[in-house]
């Protein structure tokens, strides 16, 4: 889809090339993610596919095509496009800004309209709510989801994201990159994705390719980097926890079905059966669901002492935080830590109850793989 | 077109190889003639020169105090704040023209028309910047002062004005600036200076006089601008090396 | 709709007004023989009109010039020209209008052409280098995305850049008004006419009347026009 050959790119004035005789294909519908340490010509390189910066030498292909020869306008319609700054209109609204590359295609104004909408919706925007607000009224996460919309408004095949999560939280982000797979997983494009933080492009990539000082050090996915790394740059770069970093590759949903759990006892359960289902089963605590599935809570053993023929509703503890079926282990495990108890709910996108984490599955996935 | 040929004219006859003789005229070039002007009435010139800077000194020496007092005054009661300012806005939009011609009939033609004019102008830059000055200091300096036991007359003596200073000085500058040029206009209402030259110039069609009148008002206020800018620039630098130092 | 207009012009219609009734009273209750001489509806119609004249043609021209030039300069291939122009507009500005319409009564001459030429020149200025600095202060992320976004350079400079200069740009034409609107009143020294004739006249016959009737005038049409460019600056940025 992309293929890269032998690219150089020399700023004028400065001595050494910012990126040095690069060799690199990416297949169709995947996310490659670069990464690297700062100014190792992440940016530089992505910004040469769609020709913000011509490359001093060598060539880049798109579909087979000379990107070099295209027309530059043409080429970067169809190349979906998110920089490190974001890069919002100011003085446009959120829907305008979404508008921006339909109305350089010159669509007619229903289609645009009604795409809009479409496109909000799909990052997570209420179109009427956020439509006509200007960015300045959006939070960091937010703008970043309209960074993300408007890049993909007019369905281009190719994405180009320079750290589109960087601004934001821990928390937000991890959120983010949830949400963008899961788009991801229905749109099929093929991206580039940059980013400094390992951990993201462990999580986030198909492939990642590794650079350094402008030359690209190793192209792998991101298993056989944490199990194969190139060389002593690679390894520091992934650091000592590998184990624990394949925490990111792993979805809850694939661990999720394997798991033995009791069942959640409903709102409307009497005491006296919650005690007997925990007395049987031999644990401490059970989720509570209401009628619709819905997670409401969590009871323990301890809080049903020298209770009887009451209902369950009475006792519930709510819990702070749950995690959806689509995180990774790893964002699990941080939920955990921050919550300073030994499991996490898991819902989904509509609070429904799917199941329960706990940190001896986690320990009992880090083990199976040493 | 007439003119197009006029501009033509002019600086062929100041530029052209000819500098110093007009182009096919047995009258000198006016070069020729503002040297020779210059030249025969120096006294007059250097006169006029420092009358119109102890114009501008005066009035300006004035408006600073009147205007620090005016800003520090709005700094504390922000309800006063916006009228104050409106009304210094307002009065700078006046023409100049307008606001000396407004003057005569309350105190005649002479010097003091001319000092109120230029002090009334120059309120509007200073208790903009001294107001701004002072409200732009970061809360958690003033909170550590005053957390420090400084009495409040201290905390505004040697905490905010001291850290507004280069903004205010700023406003002095644009304030100068501005009013060199008005005080040339002040000579028409009797205030003296350098624009004396400009109007018996213009009235008499003497062009070397006009020359050195309007060339003298411009080299004072780029004068006034660079010197206090040079200030306004070490003023910032000198804070900038306290703040390092702390 | 006609509410917000009305709102507008609530504060121009008054001055107007007040200008009405200065000039209606002082033509109807002259002091002597002198002022109801200078003082007529014609006089002051003609002072007047010739004032909007050369403001409305000098600014009109200033505006047209100052907004291309600006944007010219700003294009990246004459930026460091614009760097340099920035810095002659900079020094052109600390010089006193009446020293401009002087000089330029020493190169043309006198006259309402003089005057309007000279106008024109002074108020380029401002506009001129708030257009250019506008335009090169929008960051360069925003000028990337849009660039990355396959917008041609007449799309990025008609869609985002003047735009955003817009507040600037406008800011600068503010500065301008005041600064001609006060220049105007100068024009009569070289024969150009305008209110400020009204003001020399009653000087020169040592009439107050006919002097505040001019400056006050004078002072109605500066307040006007700052306040309806001020309500522009105010009104049509929504998006800060
Ligand atoms: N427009 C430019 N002109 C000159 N040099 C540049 C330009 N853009 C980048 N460089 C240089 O090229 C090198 C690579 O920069 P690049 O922006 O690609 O780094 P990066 O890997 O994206 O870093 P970061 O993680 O900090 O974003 C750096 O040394 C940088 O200084
Ligand atoms: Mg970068």
Known sequence: MIKIENVTKKFPGMEIPAVKDLNLEIKEGDICVLVGPSGCGKTTTMKMINRIHEPTSGSIYIDGQDALKMNPIKLRLDIGYVIQEIGLFPHMTIEENVATVPNEKKWPKEKTKKKVAEMLTLVGLDPELHGKRYPSELSGGQRQRVGVARAMATDPPIMLMDEPFGAVDPITRAKLQNEFLRIQERVGKTIVFVTHDIDEAIKMGDTIAVMRDGELVQHASPNDLLSAPADEFVSSLVGRNRSIKRLHLIRIREILSDLDRPKPAKVDTSVDDIRKQLDESDIRSVMVVDRDNKLKGIIGINDLKKKTGEQAADYIQELDQSVTSDATLNDALSVMLECGEGYVAVVNEDDQYQGTITLGDLLNVVKEDE | ?246 | MAKTLFRWLFVPLLLIAAGIVISVYTVNNPTDSLVARALTYDSILKSLREHLWLMLVSMIGAIVVGVLVGIMLSRPKLYYLGRGVENVVNVGQTIPSLAILALFFTIIGLGFRVAVFALFLYSILPILRNTFAGIINVPDSIIESARGMGMSPFRILTLIELPLAFPIIVAGIRTAIVINVGAATLATFIAAGGLGELIVIGLSLRRDMIVLTGASLAALTAIILDYLIGQVEAKVVKWV
């Open chain 2, 1 to 246: 077109m007439s003119q197009g040929i006029n501009i033509y004219l002019y600086f062929s006859k100041v530029f052209t190889g000819d500098m110093f003789m007009a182009v096919g005229q047995d009258r000198p070039g006016l070069i020729s003639r503002t040297v020779t002007y210059i030249g025969r009435r120096s006294d007059l010139i250097w006169d006029l020169l420092l009358e119109h800077l102890w114009l501008i000194i005066v009035s300006i020496s004035i408006a600073v105090v009147v205007s620090v007092i005016l800003g520090v005054i709005i700094s504390y009661k922000s309800s006063l704040a916006a009228t104050v300012l409106t009304i210094c806005q307002i009065m700078m939009t006046i023409p100049s023209m307008a606001m000396l011609a407004f003057m005569v009939p309350f105190f005649g033609i002479g010097f003091t028309t001319g000092v109120v004019a230029l002090i009334l102008y120059s309120l509007l830059p200073i208790v903009r910047n001294t107001y701004t000055g002072i409200k732009e200091i970061s809360p958690a300096v003033v909170e550590s002062a005053v957390g420090m036991g400084m009495t409040e007359w201290r905390v505004l003596t040697k905490i905010k004005i001291p850290l507004a200073r280069p903004v205010i000085m700023a406003g002095i500058r644009t304030a100068t600036v501005m009013i060199v040029g008005i005080g040339a206009i002040a000579a028409y209402v009797g205030a003296g200076g350098l624009g004396e030259l400009i109007f018996q110039g213009i009235s008499r069609s003497h062009e070397p006089m006009i020359i050195v009148g309007a060339i003298g008002v411009s080299i004072i206020a780029l004068a006034f601008d660079f010197v206090l800018s040079w200030g306004e620039r070490r003023l910032a630098a000198v804070g900038k090396v306290r703040e390092a130092k702390q």
